[in-house]
């Protein structure tokens, strides 16, 4: 059996599950990069604030407000405030390339194979072009056919 070092993990759905699975690796000093979809629409204070749709702070509202619900949750997924600075967050239209610098990726989106498998085609695009050693998880027997083990 060959010995790895996770040091950077990337989950792939910010929900209730995927927040806290970030915060977790946190809680153990691993790089986490944390992305979820981007808004198709404003929101009232986003509108009031002239923001648009490609605005980063929109752009992130998503996965940014799921990890603050997170962090604020109690009790807390984090054992110190400090260990979330390890967490990163993103989109999937803009930060999905980052995935190559992980060494272990966890699906956690919404259980429709539909998104699951747009999900993991993107990913794959990023998987073949680098030739680090991964493990892409996913949490439904029904998207099996894409799991990748790479030794």
Known sequence: MTKRTIRKVAVLGSGVMGS??????????????????????????????????????????IVNEALSFALKSSPSPVYHSTVAQLITTGNFGDDMPKVNGVDWIIEVVVERLD?????????????????????????????????????
């Open 20 to 61: 806290r699975i970030a915060c977790h690796f946190a809680n153990i000093g691993v790089e986490v990069l944390l992305l979820d979809i981007a808004p198709t629409q404003l929101n009232d204070a986003e509108t009031a604030k002239k923001l648009n749709l490609d605005t980063p702070e929109v752009k992130n509202r």
């Open 115 to 151: 998104i699951k498998q747009l999900i993991f085609e993107q990913v794959e695009k990023y998987f073949d072009q680098h030739p680090k050693k991964y493990i892409l998880t996913c949490g439904d027997g029904a998207c099996g056919r894409f799991t990748r083990r790479v030794n």
